[in-house]
């Protein structure tokens, strides 16, 4: 924190800055009159008085005042950003207004980087979605809350109990860095990288506290936010009070129950002894391995599970002191046997305002612990692979009483290789961890007395974390037997720390009818992380700590015009330094242009009768991407090496060191957007939607990438080469088809097509080079399953063609000589399709009737595919014995394939998966005015993850990365809520 | 604020005040972003050859790099990418390439293209090769890094002086030679590659490619080069490198030049392999302590890469060598091992280059010239075809109508018939069946399965048949006179078998445990006689005993079983034949290196051995010494033949297999070696020098990917340029046929 402190200096200088700026207007005077806020009557400065359907208008002076030269019988409309605008007819030389706050303030703004924007006067893809349209149920992760709701945005969650999900947002830009979107909570750009021991980095925040959720897509929107933009934006707003609001108490409280919604078909036990019994008819020593139970290891390892979550929050005025202050308690159990996750949260939000609203203060602090314990996802593999002839318990006591696969001479060792007991490896592995995070900011907003158009806003933020975790698997385990058990313990300290500030002026140029928005501000971020590690097992402690840090320092602006209300313009730029890079590639600029035709204002238009809203839009933008691993790539460094990794000269072990590669002209990459989009709204916004299309172009591809062999220090080094392209559509409606007293009824729907491609690899556009191989696999060691190659997707399968017989079977081993130089070889593997979706739909619903509403929301995906990995593992008949001594079980469809051996890179494997889930499905019912009077009370029961639509083989075909393997079932969860308003 | 404070305010404006100040703040925020790594386990190379001990330390990671596969074990910080870590460690890819390639090695599984190696159809993008590749360059660019930082001109700069000074150059030189080891290793494999050195700063660059003329040129003048600046021989610390790890290298480089430079240079492989072979180096009296966990104990290793259990952890090196090979019923305790991983053995070539050499048999197994009257014998073993080759036949031996041989019914209920000639033109059956022979009578029958000893009188056409099995007799055999000792039936040979101790006493074969049907020799001609006499054994000893019958003359043969124990083989259910790859029971597996010290007790870790892998040895010399000689260099035929002999006598553990000098030819050599070093690392090489590897002139099972073993495109001899530096190096042209 100390280091913002003399970043404040900035800041000051900033507000003399300001002070030398002056704008004056001529003006005449005949209506005079004082603009007040009706809730408190204090005065309205700045407020737009404008005689109607001219140019001819004013604002309003520090106290509210106005005067304004105007013919009699004319109309003044009073205009203030976040309040309705009120008409008056001109009767008297004295007018005196009352203003009233928006209550809807957000169908009506958006948050946009530095600052809020009319919601018509957007130039870029923006998305705002409240808190009435976030998803419904147990949600315990804030990005959650927009899964499905926003074209172009694909949200992945996984099934572990407080996990997260992974965003993206039209596309990945990068294959190396990261794709994640940058996620603004309350002006603090959060850092990516997440705090070990948690399983989502976005668990500070409850998902209970935030008011809006903002998408911004395309770069003309996110270009503010420079070179950490390229994928998206999302601006998390939290909810706050209200001047004037009577104290409001809200309890609400969910109750959970988790159910398996599905198994891995698996051979049972009458069916395993059966094929166990064919196979090896004639080798005992197989068939002696058949132990006598029939155990369902799936059902032993997943079981149903319960969850509460409780929510308190006040909020009101405490005279001109707003505030909110808010508690939750999540308690959740894994379907996965032993996982568990538990989480406080606490929020508090002030916002006061001073001196006639010219001073706002938010202050917002969010405080969070949380405990996990994780379980060991490959019990899960385990659980499909173990004998289920064989007991859990093996009625000894060794290995703590699980039954485990012995080496056959007799030892009594296990057999290292073998299945491990899924149930040891949850219930003997102990791997808890507990988070603790605090963000907080506290943002000055002052609008200069002399000059209201100015306003002057600063932003001090510190984000701090602390985690700890341990690990524990007893010396007893047969699985870490040889380490003699597992103790590993480790703690991370994470600290971020923000100042930006920015001046804005904003006024009307009457005589042109415009306006002009001006921006400028400057931004400073420091991320440091440290953290330990030490395992102790054997005889040997191993320790290993880390501490790194980066900065990140930023100037922007920008300027909005606005002509005759019909033509807006957009116009950004920002210049980042990242200490991650050296001083010749650390400054980067991102600029971003946009127009908008607000059609539907134009004459032409408004005669058709339809269009209640038409906009056009064009939009243009540079964004870069710097989230890469380390913090010195660019730097030449010496590692040293570990304890167990040295050398042996003479009789002494000698640690190494050794050089790390490094390009010192690494610099981020940058995406150019280009995006055209229509929104509409027809027949009043009964119905609305936008249309957009874009094309990304992302050059300078941040990547580890083969470099010529010798010329660094390793083979692969991050390094800028290659570019990528992503072209999409996308489309989204809303319709109210239903709008009365007692039926209220809203239906929306989007879809979105994305198409990556990759457009170049390699330095020397060599083109017969094949790619770089990803995806690994399980099975075997080092197997890849993917390619980045260029002219095709990303991550595209690269597997063999499968040659089938007659009967539609694929042969096993045969494959087809695609190259026909007679034999089959890596040479003959093609590019198959790629996990990336075609297209994304996402569909939603919500009733009300009178007391009741129901609302529904779903996703589908077409044409993603999977390369089932449990199959290709765990599908051929040749494994289930080994001759070491035990038995391995396998699915079903290597009872169809009776494939012998492993065919790891057959497309067969390789299959569509589709689908359609429907997320969630809530029937609510409020009571009003009930306990004597006092409180309102919604009951609500909802089904998450009600079904899903797939010809996927597989568990669940919504895998990301496009490899199923080892995955956590996503449980259907039925959830009761109540909400009390008080 | 005083007057001379107000002139200047008037005579600045308040603007360039601001903006002066506003600049000057941005720019300390602006300096924020010049930062430095905090942890002090990364330093910088500005500042780490500060310190002296990091050149020690540098060069330890320039060791380390054939031996681990990064900065922490077993994994988690590799040094290069793109490939699983345990994976690709340098001696596991150079192992693999070395072995997999040829007879000695097949491995089982199923990971990415690694059956190419086998089956001798790699290509570009084979991501072994490719990481075998990547592992030579992170050799050779640590070291030019190394090299570079180490100059005199470096060394005064940072104020390096006397015995530090000293000690820094000589690290230098060793760096030296390890990048010429693996620019060694580049040539052998790869052939032209890309060349730099220490005069090319690490950058985006195109390196430009080196003949492989040029490259054996440089790779000469490098090792000769650092020669005097290295430790004299066996007076480093253990495992580093001194002069006679650099001799090795260069005989390795001369042995091997006609294949890469065309012209033979063996006049210096004797010179080279003739200063090893005299530095102090001495044979291990037990040729298995070279391959134990305390190997650093043995006296012949001239070069080791070191493994420790605790200290030097990898899922490569030693680790892959031992879990790899242990699998099917071997116990991993045996190998001082927490689990085998049941991946590698060895094909039937190399099984069979340690059986028993038939040229040192006592009573080869030769018919007399005589020709006797033949009747034939077809049926349903055979086809029903008298006029094939493989039908059974009875013989005259006294050229009389009485007809006698032995026939294998593989098949209870075999039927069979007795022709008189190789055609049905007079064939004999039994209608009734009174053991009289009917002429187109009925089939003739065996109930049970067996090795029938038929007799027919063709005059008066009575006929016997008894199925016998046969057995070893004799005060000779362990059971004395008393009861026989099994022999086993082959039926594709033919034969009856037995290994077995004999004595220097009698022993006789007879059939079905009983004296009725015995064979001995009396004339001692090899020609067995029913009821012949006792046959001496010579002298006591294992031997392979075989007894042929079939018809006309019966004989037998005495090889003495000499043990090689360099013959570590775990047979027990394994078969000696690959049917299946994937399979780890087909092909023997191969108990040659183990976590065990010599005194039987495990490493000190179960999970990663502390046995060193013996790159080079005394073994290796003497056998490039006596190859060397024999391709015509300078040197002592004799000296050829006693380092041979040597080897052979440490074998056998006795010099009764000692060769003369006429058995020293190349053949033998190639199998010596296949025999002395097998699955350490030199096979390909010396395939490809004795122009073997890709030809038809030797294959062994599944070369080429056929059963039987079939010749590859030469183009083999070399791996290609990996398809990954082809792609980023527009300065690269493809060995040919790739």
Redesign the interface.
């Known amino acids: 924190m100390g280091?913002i402190y003399?970043?404040l200096?900035?800041a000051i200088?900033?507000l003399?800055?300001a002070g030398?700026t002056t704008v004056t207007f001529a003006q005449l005077v005949n209506v005079t009159g004082t603009v007040v806020d009706a809730t408190d009557g204090s005065p309205l400065p700045g407020v737009t008085v404008l005689q109607k359907g001219t140019t001819n208008g004013t604002t309003t002076n520090m106290d509210g005042n106005y005067s304004l030269s105007v013919d009699r019988d004319q109309t003044l409309v009073f205009s203030f950003v976040g309040y309705s605008n009120q008409e008056i007819l001109v009767s008297s030389t004295q007018i005196n207004v009352q203003m009233v706050e928006k209550a809807e303030l957000l169908s009506e703004f958006v948050v946009i980087g530095y600052g809020i924007q009319k919601k018509s006067d957007a130039t870029g893809s923006v998305t705002a979605i409240g808190d009435e349209d976030f998803n419904k149920g147990m949600i315990t992760s804030p990005q959650a809350l927009l899964s499905g709701k926003v074209s172009g945005v694909q949200i992945s969650g996984d099934g572990t109990p407080g996990g997260g999900s992974t965003i993206r947002i039209r596309g990945g830009s990068s294959l190396s860095a990261s794709n994640d979107p940058l996620i603004v909570v309350d002006g603090i750009p959060l850092d990516n990288d997440g705090v070990s021991g948690s399983a989502n980095s976005l668990n500070a925040v409850n998902p209970n506290d935030i008011e809006s959720m903002t998408v911004l897509k395309d770069a003309s929107a996110t270009a503010i936010f420079g070179s950490r933009a390229s994928n998206g934006v999302i601006i998390i707003t939290t909810k706050k009070g209200k001047v004037g609001d009577a104290l409001k108490v809200s309890y609400s409280g969910k109750g959970s129950f988790y159910t398996i919604p599905n198994q891995v078909d698996v051979l049972s036990g009458t069916k395993f002894r059966a094929l166990v019994s064919g196979q090896y008819a004639d080798n005992s020593n197989a068939t002696d391995l058949l132990g006598g139970s029939y155990t369902n290891w799936q059902n032993e390892v997943l079981k149903p599970a319960y969850g509460q979550d409780h929510y308190l929050v006040a909020s009101g005025a405490i005279k001109n002191l707003p505030f909110r202050v808010s508690v939750g308690y999540t308690d959740q159990d894994g379907i996965l046997t032993t996982s568990s996750f538990e989480r406080k949260t606490g929020a508090i939000a002030l916002n006061p305002t001073f001196f006639d609203k010219h001073l706002k203060i938010n202050v917002n602090a969010k405080v969070m612990r949380e405990a996990n314990r994780f379980a060991s996802n490959g019990a899960i593999s385990s659980a499909m692979l173990f004998d289920p002839t064989q007991s859990v318990l093996s009625g000894d006591q060794i290995y703590n009483g699980y039954t485990t696969w012995l080496?056959?001479?007799g030892?009594g060792?296990?057999?290292?290789?073998a299945t491990s007991n899924p149930l040891a490896m949850l219930n003997l592995r102990e791997d808890i961890s507990e988070a603790d995070r605090k963000i907080g900011n506290i943002q000055l907003d002052y609008k200069f007395h002399f000059l209201p158009e100015l306003r002057f806003n600063i932003n001090a933020a510190g984000d701090y974390s602390s985690s700890n975790g341990t690990i524990f698997v007893p010396a007893t385990a047969a699985s870490d037997?040889?380490?003699e058990g597992v103790n590993n313990v480790y703690d991370q300290e994470k600290k971020n720390e923000l100042l930006d500030a920015y001046l804005n002026y904003n006024t009307d140029i009457d005589a042109i009818d415009a306006n002009i928005d001006f921006m400028a501000g400057?931004s400073?971020q420091?991320f440091w992380r440290?953290g330990t590690s030490l395992n102790r097992n054997?005889s040997?402690l191993e320790y290993?700590?880390?501490?790194?840090?980066?900065?990140l320092?930023s100037?922007f602006g920008r300027l909005k015009y606005s002509q005759s209300d019909k033509y807006l313009a957009t116009f950004t730029l920002r210049q980042d330094?990242?200490?991650r890079f050296s001083?010749d590639n650390?400054w980067g600029l991102f600029p971003s242009a946009a127009l908008a035709w607000k059609l539907g204002e134009e004459g032409f238009i408004e005669d058709l009768g339809i269009f209640s809203d038409l906009k056009l839009r064009l939009g243009y933008g540079i964004t870069g991407q710097q989230n890469i691993s380390g913090?010195?790539p660019y730097?030449?460094?010496?590692?040293?090496?570990?304890?167990?990794?040295?050398?042996?000269?003479?009789?002494s072990?000698?640690?190494?060191?050794?050089?790390e590669g490094?390009?010192?002209?690494l610099k981020w990459e940058e995406t150019t957007t280009y995006n055209i989009g229509l929104d509409y709204g027809l027949f009043e916004d009964r119905i609305v939607g936008s249309v957009e299309y874009y094309l990304r172009e992302t050059a300078d591809l941040i990547n580890?990438?083969?470099?010529?062999?010798?010329?660094?220090?390793?083979?692969?080094v991050l390094?800028n080469i290659g570019s990528l392209e992503n072209k999409g559509f996308e489309f989204s409606i809303l319709g109210r088809p239903i709008v009365s007293d007692d039926l209220y009824w809203e239906v929306g729907a989007n879809v979105a097509f994305n198409k990556n491609k990759i457009t170049k690899l390699?330095?020397?556009d060599?083109p017969?080079?094949?790619g770089?191989?990803t995806g690994?696999i399980s099975?075997?060691?080092?197997?890849?399953i993917q390619i980045h190659t260029v002219g095709q997707s990303a991550s595209s399968f690269f597997v063999y063609e499968q040659v089938y017989d007659d009967a539609g079977k694929p042969i096993e081993g045969l494959y087809v000589d695609r190259n026909e130089d007679g034999?089959i070889?890596?040479?003959d593997r093609y590019h198959n399709e790629s996990p990336a979706p075609k297209a994304l739909f996402g569909f939603n619903s919500s009733l009300t009737y009178k007391n009741w509403d129901f609302s529904f929301a779903g996703r589908a995906s077409i044409g993603n595919y999977v390369y089932n990995n449990v199959d290709s593992e765990n599908g051929t008949l040749?494994n289930i014995y080994?001759?070491?001594g035990y038995l391995s079980n396998v699915v079903e469809n290597a009872l169809y394939t009776r494939f012998q051996?492993?065919q790891?890179f057959s497309d067969y494997y390789i299959q569509d998966a589709s689908f359609l889930r429907m997320d969630h499905m809530t029937l609510g019912y409020q009571l009003n005015d009930v306990i004597n009077n006092t409180a309102d009370i919604h009951l609500s029961v909802t089904v998450q993850n009600a079904f899903v639509l797939t010809n996927y083989e597989g568990l669940d075909p919504e895998v990301f990365g496009g490899i199923d393997y080892n995955i956590y079932p996503r449980p259907r969860t039925i959830l009761f809520g109540v909400k009390i308003d008080f | 604020m005083n007057i001379k404070m107000k002139s200047i305010m008037k005579k600045y404006s308040?603007?360039t005040m601001?903006v002066t100040?506003?600049v000057l703040?941005?720019a300390?925020?602006?300096k924020?972003?010049?930062?430095?790594?905090?942890?002090p386990?990364?330093?910088?190379?500005?500042t780490?050859y500060e310190n002296p001990d990091?050149y020690?330390?540098?060069l330890?990671?320039l060791?380390?790099i054939y031996?681990?596969s990064?900065?922490?074990?077993?994994a988690?910080?590799p040094?290069?990418?793109?490939?699983?870590e345990?994976?690709s460690n340098y001696l596991r890819q150079y192992w693999m390439a070395q072995e997999l390639t040829t007879d000695e090695a097949v491995i089982a599984?199923?990971?990415?293209?690694i059956s190419?190696f086998h089956d001798m159809?790699?290509?570009a993008?084979?991501?072994f090769v490719t990481a075998m590749?990547?592992r030579i360059?992170?050799q050779?660019?640590?070291s030019?890094?190394f090299i570079r930082e180490s100059s005199d001109a470096k060394l005064d700069e940072r104020g390096f002086t006397g015995a530090t000074k000293t000690a820094i150059q000589q690290y230098r030189n060793e760096a030296r030679f390890l990048r010429a080891l693996s620019y060694y290793h580049a040539l052998d494999m790869f052939g032209s590659?890309?060349?730099?050195t220490e005069d090319?700063e690490?950058?985006?660059?195109?390196?430009e490619q080196i003949s492989r003329a040029d490259l054996f040129t440089y790779v000469e003048t490098e090792l000769i080069a650092v020669e005097t600046g290295l430790a004299d021989a066996r007076t480093n610390?253990?495992?580093?490198a001194d002069k006679a790890t650099a001799w090795m290298v260069l005989a390795k480089l001369y042995l091997n030049a006609e294949v890469y430079i065309g012209s033979p240079k063996y006049d210096e492989a004797v010179t080279y392999t003739g200063k090893v072979i005299t530095a102090g180096y001495s044979l291990q009296d037990n040729y298995a302590t070279n391959f134990l966990a305390d190997n650093?104990l043995s006296n012949e290793i001239i070069f080791p890469i070191?493994y420790?259990g605790?200290?030097?952890?990898?899922w490569g090196g030693a680790t892959f060598l031992i879990h790899a090979a242990v699998?099917?019923?071997m116990?991993?305790?045996?190998y001082g091992i927490?689990?085998?991983?049941?991946g590698t053995r060895t094909t039937s070539a190399l099984v069979k280059k340690f059986l028993p050499d038939a040229s040192k048999s006592y009573f080869v197994n030769t018919k007399s010239t005589a020709v006797y009257p033949l009747i034939y014998v077809p049926g349903g073993h055979q086809g029903w075809a008298p006029d094939a080759v493989d039908c059974p036949t009875l013989a005259s031996v006294n050229s009389d109508d009485n007809y006698e041989g032995y026939v294998n019914f593989p098949d209870a209920g075999n039927e069979f018939k007795i022709n008189a000639t190789p055609s049905w033109d007079e064939n004999y059956g039994d209608n009734e069946p009174d053991n009289v022979l009917d002429q187109n009578g009925a089939n003739l029958t065996a109930v049970d399965a067996g090795y029938y000893k038929i007799n027919v009188n063709m005059a008066t056409k009575a006929y016997t048949f008894e199925a016998t099995h046969w057995g070893i007799i004799g005060d000779a055999s362990p059971s004395g006179w008393g009861a026989d000792t099994d022999m086993i039936y082959n039926p594709t040979t033919d034969e009856w078998t037995a290994e077995i101790y004999l004595t220097a006493n009698e022993m006789k074969f007879r059939a079905n445990d009983d004296w009725p049907i015995n064979l001995g020799d009396s004339d001692m001609d090899g020609i067995l006689e029913y009821g012949g006499g006792n046959i001496p054994v010579p002298e006591d000893g294992n031997y392979v005993v075989t007894l042929k019958l079939g018809s006309g003359d019966y004989t037998y043969t005495l090889t003495p079983e000499a043990v090689d124990s360099r013959a570590m083989f775990h047979k027990d259910?394994q078969t000696l034949e690959i049917t299946?790859i994937?399979e780890?029971?087909e092909g023997w597996a191969i108990a040659k290196y183990k976590n065990l010290t010599s005194a039987g007790d495990a490493g000190s870790?179960?999970?990663f051995p502390d046995t060193d892998f013996p790159m080079y040895r005394l073994a290796d010399a003497y056998l490039m010494y006596a190859e060397a000689v024999l391709r015509g260099g300078n040197g002592s035929a004799g000296l050829a033949l006693d380092y041979v002999n040597l080897l052979i006598t440490r074998a056998y553990g006795n010099d009764k297999n000692e060769i003369g000098s006429t058995d020293l030819t190349l053949d033998l050599i190639l199998d010596e070696r296949a025999r002395e070093l097998y699955w350490e690392g030199h096979r390909r090489t010396d395939l490809i020098r004795f122009g073997k590897f890709t030809t038809a002139d030797y294959v062994w099972p599944w070369k080429g990917?056929v059963a039987n073993g079939a010749a590859v495109d030469a183009k083999f001899n070399v791996f290609p340029i990996p398809?990954?530096?082809?792609?980023?190096?527009?300065n690269l042209d493809q060995n040919t046929g790739y």
Request: aromatic fraction near 14%; proline fraction near 4%.
């Open positions: 280091q003399s970043k200096k900035v200088l900033l003399i800055f030398i080496q056959t001479d030892s060792l296990p057999i290292t290789i037997l040889t380490n400057y400073w420091h440290s054997q040997l290993s700590d880390y501490e790194t840090e980066s900065y320092v100037f330094g990242s200490s001083p650390r913090d010195y730097l030449a460094r010496y590692t040293y090496g570990q304890d167990n990794a040295a050398y042996q000269f003479g009789d072990f000698i640690n190494t060191l050794r050089p490094y390009d010192k002209n580890y990438i083969s470099v010529p062999a010798g010329t660094n220090l390793t083979n692969r390094t390699t330095a020397t060599d017969n080079y094949i770089e191989h690994g099975g075997g060691v080092g197997n890849t034999v070889t890596g040479d040749g080994n001759s070491v051996s492993k790891y | 308040i603007y601001i100040a506003l703040v941005f300390s925020c602006v924020d972003l010049d930062t430095v790594p905090l942890d386990d990364e330093v910088t190379s500005a780490v990091s020690y330390q540098v330890a990671k060791y380390a031996a681990v990064g900065q922490q074990g077993p988690g910080m040094d290069i990418s793109g490939i699983d345990g994976f599984w199923n990971d990415g293209n190419d159809d790699w290509t993008t084979n991501e590749y990547n360059y992170y050779v660019s640590l030019n890094e590659v890309p060349f730099v090319d690490v950058g985006a660059f195109f390196p610390e253990y495992a580093r650093h070191a420790d605790i200290h030097t952890k990898t699998g099917g019923n116990s991993a305790a045996d927490d689990g085998g991983w049941g259910g299946n994937g780890f029971t870790d179960l999970a990917n398809s990954t530096d082809i792609g980023s190096n527009p």
